[in-house]
């Protein structure tokens, strides 16, 4: 096997030096020779990006770091994905494009050295100027783009588009294999158009201030195994996602057959997320046998009206989780990203379906335990012209914690602001949702309230600090409402409560 350490190609450990050319330089005698392993020993080691070519395993040894440099100018302008729309930007930390056969491995860590990075973005959030020679060049490579101008996305005006630490763009059979990468400008590790992805062993860390700093972005890809992970990163953990509005839904390419299992997430805002850029698809997911310790939400799905395209076919299995917000949030109408001057995109009141309506459904939930969770034991909010269909809950326990002291929160951010705190389920514009053997633990209020609803199915659904004055289920404006199971024979008409206005 052709094997290229880099130190034989002038990389100088122990921060003592530039190591960007002879890194690179072994990428290309690699390249040249076929293919092989290109060998990052013990010692750290500075470097600006990098590109990674076919047939070649970027191999960091236990104790390698690759540090790389917060000189912002020291990134080329490449065509890339950023925040769902392909565009230009930033060249990534590790960039591998149009490339196939490639793995990064090891026990070595990639840090991203993303604090400078972080700087910026928090003073376009207060609303402070930035300009320089690098986002002069981004924003004439993207003169002729102008759909994101209208979001609440900050850095669009400046084209100070951060890049994230790895990134493979229309690749394939691609792996990463015990690696710790960490302290990513943006989102950590970012995959685009790629097919045959497996994930296996890594480490994932940002800290919990990290602006956009998710863990693992897998977008528009197809055949993804993300396996035996670690996260604990200041965003989302592993995030599903196909572009974003009518960029999106132009490529038109889903992410589909993916598999998350064995991983642990300790803090983020999500464990595993859907969304909310979905405009090429999301389809055919199985997450299971997953631990969420101080993730904000458990398992979350989003997207809204200027969305479009389609969320289905999602399987979880076997999941612990501890101290979340809201273990299961379910949301259609996300309120942001949206564009500001419709304000029909927030309006309560349906409106006429189109390309740009998203479509949830077939989502199967089994074998969940949520404990010492804040805000609700669950939220499902769809359209009033498109409600979420087919949900199916079984054999779940969810507990709030009792705790008055304890905040609660937004379970997610839909078009209104929805405060709960140690609630139970709330489901509004639902079609289909089987609730079987579910026990819920308040702090207060029923295990579920649904609204605007139909066809909903309650098997052996109880609440587990039942009392006198509060009923297991509050219903309003719901059609077909379907109750059998023990608790509801013991307490008969205590069971329910119907509130003015229900349809049936």
């Not at 100088?12 to 690179?24: H, L």
């Not at 990134?75 to 392909?86: A, E, L, M, N, Q």
């Not at 979905?278 to 055919?284: C, D, L, M, P, V």
């Not at 479509?359 to 609700?376: D, G």
Request: with cysteine; hydrophobic share 35%.
């Amino acid at each position: 096997m052709s094997f290229f350490d880099i130190t034989t190609y002038g990389a100088r450990k122990d921060e003592s030096g530039d190591s960007t050319k002879a890194i690179q330089d072994a990428i290309e005698a690699c390249a040249s020779a076929g293919g092989g392993t290109v060998y990052v020993p013990a010692g750290t080691f500075q470097t600006g990006p990098i590109q990674l070519k076919s047939n070649m395993t970027l191999h960091l040894d236990a104790g390698a770091v690759l540090s790389f440099t917060d000189d912002f100018e020291a990134y080329p302008v490449v065509k890339t994905r950023w925040s769902g729309y392909v565009c230009h930007g930033f060249m990534p930390l590790i960039f591998g494009q149009n490339v196939s056969n490639v793995a990064i491995k090891g026990e070595g860590i990639i840090d991203g050295n993303g604090r400078e990075w972080w700087k910026v973005n928090r003073r376009l959030r207060n609303g402070e100027h930035y300009e320089s020679a690098k986002t002069k060049e981004i924003a004439q490579a993207n003169a002729d783009f102008t759909e994101p101008a209208d979001t609440n996305l900050v850095e669009w005006p400046s084209q100070f588009l951060r890049p994230p630490l790895i990134q493979f763009f229309e690749a394939e059979h691609v792996t990463i294999n015990g690696v710790t990468v960490r302290n990513s400008p943006f989102w950590n590790t970012h995959l685009v158009f790629c097919k045959d992805v497996s994930i296996h062993q890594v480490h994932f860390q940002n800290p919990s201030d990290t602006p956009n700093g998710d863990g693992l972005d897998i977008e528009s890809c197809l055949n993804v195994r993300i396996s035996d992970c670690h996260f604990d990163v200041g965003d989302d953990c592993v995030v599903l996602k196909s572009g974003i509005n009518a960029d999106g839904r132009k490529y038109g390419v889903p992410t589909k057959n993916v598999t998350v299992t064995n991983c642990t997430m300790h803090h983020g805002h999500g464990g595993v997320v859907f969304g909310s850029e979905n405009s090429g698809g999301i389809e055919n997911v199985t997450v299971s046998n997953c631990v969420f310790d101080g993730t904000d939400r458990g398992i979350r799905i989003k997207t809204n009206r200027e969305r479009g395209s389609y969320i289905r076919n999602i399987l979880v299995n076997n999941i612990w989780m501890d101290d979340v917000l809201c273990p299961i949030a379910i949301n259609s109408f996300y309120r942001h990203g949206v564009s500001k001057s419709n304000p029909e995109l927030l309006d309560s009141q349906a409106i006429p379906v189109s390309e740009k309506t998203p479509v949830v459904e077939k989502i199967r939930i089994s074998n969940i335990t949520a404990r010492n969770c804040r805000a609700a034991a669950g939220f499902i909010y769809g359209l009033p012209e498109m409600p979420v269909k087919e949900v199916d809950i079984d054999h779940v326990t969810i507990e709030m914690t009792q705790d008055e002291q304890v905040p609660g929160g937004e379970p997610d951010m839909v078009r209104e602001v929805i405060e709960m705190a140690g609630e139970g389920i709330f489901a509004k514009y639902v079609d289909d949702l089987h609730l079987h053997h579910v026990k819920v633990l308040t702090r207060k209020g029923p295990a579920l309230a649904v609204e605007e609803s139909k066809n909903i199915v309650l098997d052996q659904f109880s609440l587990k600090n039942e009392t006198v004055d509060t009923p297991v289920v509050s219903s309003k404006d719901t059609e077909n409402l379907e109750i059998s199971g023990s608790q509801y024979e013991q307490l008969g008409d205590r069971y329910l409560s119907r509130y003015e206005g229900m349809l049936k």
